[in-house]
Nanobody
Framework: QEEVVESGGGLVQAGGSLRLSCASS????????MGWFRQGPRKEREFVAS????????DYKDSVKGRFTISRDNAKNTVYLQMNSLKPEDTAVYYC??????????????WGQGTQVTVSS
């Protein structure tokens, strides 16, 4: 049974930082590309960042480039999203997913339940 579980969300002031973690089980940790997506209030779920299975390739939504960093530790079956210089518009439920490389949600097969990130102004 493949499973991904997010953690690390919370409430932070604008300009602050949070690090999200995504722990995976089964083969997801080393076989699949991993992605972070988010869904803000009254918005569609959108791509945030992705990383390939080895960690050599990453991709980001334009608005988070230079502020967010995705990384993975395959020995721990864990993917991270370091979020710096947070803005109120980053407020959303953040989801971790495992699947094929890319920004399309259709390419991801396994999804976590999400973790809430709230950025106050």
């Amino acid at each position: 049974q493949e499973e991904v579980v997010e953690s690390g969300g919370g409430l932070v002031q604008a300009g602050g930082s949070l690090r999200l973690s995504c722990a995976s089980s089964g083969h997801t940790g080393t076989t699949y590309a991993m992605g972070w997506f988010r869904q803000g209030p009254r918005k569609e779920r959108e791509f945030v960042a992705s990383i390939n299975w080895s960690g050599a390739n990453t991709d980001y939504k334009d608005s988070v480039k230079g502020r967010f960093t995705i990384s993975r530790d395959n020995a721990k079956n864990t993917v991270y999203l370091q979020m710096n210089s947070l803005k109120p518009e980053d407020t959303a439920v953040y989801y971790c997913a495992a699947g094929s490389w890319g920004a399309s949600q259709d390419g991801y097969r396994y999804w976590g339940q999400g973790t809430q990130v709230t950025v106050s102004s």
